[in-house]
């Protein structure tokens, strides 16, 4: 049975940094991808970023630059640095995991955490 169990999100100014974490269980490493999407009130859950186990990452370009993902050598773990936060970026932050082949495949594929909280206000 997949598990994915987030952590990290809270309340920021702009301008500020947020870690996320997702450790996951119930799935290989190998041929799996892990990431992050966002849903803001009243919109459409969408990318933020996902990575393959063989390194390959798609990140949605508003976050290029600012946020970093990273997943820890052959762990099920999968961790989203967010620097220069706007307020754009609010929203509940889920985790996903899906086959290294539906990294592109967008939002309704895979299986989800049960999401974190990401607030960025003055």
């Known amino acids: 049975q997949v598990q994915l169990v987030e952590s990290g999100g809270g309340l920021v100014q702009p301008g500020g940094s947020l870690r996320l974490s997702c450790k996951g269980s119930?799935?290989?490493?190998?041929?799996?991808?892990m990431g992050w999407f966002r849903r803001a009130p009243g919109k459409q859950r969408e990318l933020v970023a996902l990575?393959?186990?063989?390194?390959?990452?798609s990140y949605r370009p508003s976050v290029v630059g600012r946020f970093h993902i990273s997943r820890v050598g052959t762990e099920n773990t999968v961790y989203l640095q967010m620097n220069e936060l706007r307020p754009e970026d609010a929203g509940i932050y889920y985790c996903?995991?899906?086959?290294?082949?539906?990294?592109?495949?967008?939002?309704?594929?895979?299986?989800w955490g049960q999401g974190t909280q990401v607030s960025v206000f003055s």
């Open positions: 990575t393959s186990s063989i390194g390959s990452v």
């Open positions: 119930g799935f290989p490493y190998g041929g799996n991808a």
């Open positions: 996903n995991v899906r086959k290294d082949w539906e990294l592109t495949a967008g939002p309704d594929v895979g299986s």
